[in-house]
């Protein structure tokens, strides 16, 4: 991961030379999906062995589960997913370590599913609890709980809050379970209060919300109304909005004091796929193909500081990290960096038609940007 770094600065703000800052970093993925293409090859590590140098490089890394964890229910693929805990735990043992559980596919094995899904949850954070590096979820609701549910992430000098909602689900079934918000103008608006309430009771160094949020699948575009919420988010005391649901990758957008010049906030509209069997069979014909971008996700690498703990923290680098689903020889589908490197591998290997696919798909990557607004 690219180091922290000293934000830049539009003015002639200085930091203090005898004061060394706070650093916090941060790494966000998109979707874990477990297609059968995936998980009948056993061997999860391998999955991740190419990114998790870079996820144990970040205090806190973030990826969204998309299934149920039921071990007594058969492994299930689309439409209605079931994975066991081995596959997640592959991702964890990797060094993810913030899960959101809410997403449309959260009750895909109904209530019980979703209750064996917060037992093994639950499991996993206390089990880790006072570790090295302690794992967090969030989108299963205490049951019988009415409230949105979070969870408080901290180390030795930052403070977080981590809150995972929903806007979709396959089913209306046992919503109750789930942080749930429906994509209606009342209920936004109700959650947004909830932040603002949540950031007046504690001084959050940030507040991260992740949703799953209600947008057409595989469509790059944004809608207005969907930035115009997150936006609102922002406004009502989140500091990081992290979406995903549309598995592909979209723009990142990084806002500011346009009077300083300093970067504190953080929209990212979708990540993309970080693992799954959608892309099973590359078009080597024509890696434009709108289905292929199913195949390659993005890490965000973001860098916070703070110069004391009660300081504002701000944005000091983002950096993108493409990544793509490559099928090995054995046929397994495994996470690997986008990047010249690999793609060169691939010549020795004597896999010219993966060479010269991802070639093509790096560039297609590379087209999606950080937007910049300065307020």
Known sequence: MTGCSSPPRKTGAHRSPEREPLRLTLLFAGDIMAHKHNYTHGNFSNIWADIAPLCRTADFSF??????????????????????????????????????????????????????????????????????????????????????????????????????????????????????????????????????????????????????????????????????????????????????????????????????????????????????GQRRAPNFVNPQDSWDNTGDGLLLAVCYEKETTAAQPVITNITPHFITTYITTTQQPVIKKLDDAFIASLHDEERVDWAAYLAERKKIAETVQEITLWQ
């Open 63 to 276: 990826a969204n589960i998309e299934a149920p964890v039921a071990d007594s229910r058969d492994w299930q693929t689309y439409p209605a997913f079931n994975m066991h805990h081995e596959y997640p735990e592959a991702a964890i043992a990797a060094g993810f370590n913030v899960f959101s559980l809410a997403n449309n596919h959260s009750n895909d094995q109904g209530r019980d599913g979703i209750i064996q899904t917060g037992k093994w949850a639950n499991k996993i954070q206390t089990k880790t609890a006072g570790s090295e590096r302690p794992v967090y979820f969030s989108g299963i609701r205490d049951s019988g709980s009415t409230e949105i549910q979070y969870v408080h992430i901290s180390n030795d000098s930052w403070s977080l809050l981590f809150c995972a909602v929903t806007e979709i689900l396959n089913s209306p079934q046992h919503a109750a379970l789930l942080n749930y918000v429906r994509p209606v103008a009342d209920d936004r608006a109700a959650f947004c209060e909830t932040i603002r309430a949540l950031r007046a009771e504690q001084p959050y160094d940030l507040i991260i919300i992740s949703i799953h949020c209600n947008v057409p699948e595989y469509v790059q575009t944004i809608p207005e109304t969907e930035r115009q919420f997150y936006h609102m988010l922002l406004d009502a005391g989140a500091d990081i909005v992290w979406a995903n649901h549309p598995h592909v990758i979209r723009p990142w957008e990084k806002i500011g004091s346009a009077a300083d010049g300093i970067p504190t906030k953080l929209i990212m509209y979708a990540n993309g796929n970080t693992i799954s």
